[in-house]
T-cell receptor, first 116, second 111 residues
């Protein structure tokens, strides 16, 4: 398996524009996570899905952020409208959660978002 | 609320030295603890996973220990090499499959 695949790797956009980040989890994994990493706040969990269903979105900062998982192999994180303070690296991770003690999370390479 | 703290925030050592990175967490009701490595501008690479019932895990020159009752984990790196330079993050998994991360320790191994 190629691991968790995120696209794009880098995104530069103007304030007010819509941004869509994409993620393909590892095949067979039933949990998918979206994280945001900044210098100030470190790694923060935004939302996670189990079997394509959003379980906990309490980390989503504002209504401008939304995430979907239409099927087991694809998820999107959308920011509309984007603001400069959204600039960060956004990571997607997946895991197989049948036995939580043994569950290891695997991360994608991240999308570096810059909003100017 | 689970809080994870890593000490030190940064560490610089000469090549060949053995070193210990520390991670502490406030809520001992964890499923497991995972150590990651992050290179600049890159994603997170999983190094070791310790289940809540385990005391330690080893992989090559890396050894991670877990003391759940005291809320502590250590990552021991033997015979450090310049290629070990990276940021090391620990994360604990609590109920609901959430991973909570520490701030990381930035390690520099000087040749």
């Amino acid at each position: 398996d190629a691991g968790v695949i995120q696209s794009p790797r880098h995104e530069v956009t103007e304030m007010g524009q819509e941004v869509t980040l994409r993620c393909k989890p590892i095949s067979g994994h039933d949990y998918l996570f979206w994280y945001r990493q900044t210098m100030m706040r470190g790694l923060e969990l935004l939302i996670y899905f189990n079997n394509n269903v959003p379980i906990d979105d309490s980390g989503m900062p504002e209504d401008r952020f939304s995430a979907k998982m239409p099927n087991a192999s694809f998820s999107t994180l959308k920011i509309q409208p984007s603001e400069p303070r959204d600039s960060a690296v956004y990571f997607c991770a997946s895991s197989f959660g049948a036995a939580l003690m043994n569950t290891e999370a695997f991360f994608g390479q991240g999308t570096r978002l810059t909003v100017v | 609320k689970q809080e994870v703290t890593q000490i030190p925030a940064a560490l610089s050592v000469p090549e060949g030295e053995n070193l210990v990175l520390n991670c502490s967490f406030t809520d001992s009701a964890i499923y497991n603890l995972q150590w990651f490595r992050q290179d600049p501008g890159k994603g997170l690479t999983s190094l070791l996973l310790i289940q809540s019932s385990q005391r330690e895990q080893t992989s090559g020159r890396l050894n991670a220990s877990l003391d759940k009752s005291s809320g502590r984990s250590t990552l021991y790196i033997a015979a450090s090499q310049p290629g070990d330079s990276a940021t090391y993050l620990c994360a604990v998994r609590i109920s609901g499959s959430r991973l909570t991360f520490g701030e990381g320790t930035q390690l520099t191994v000087n040749p």
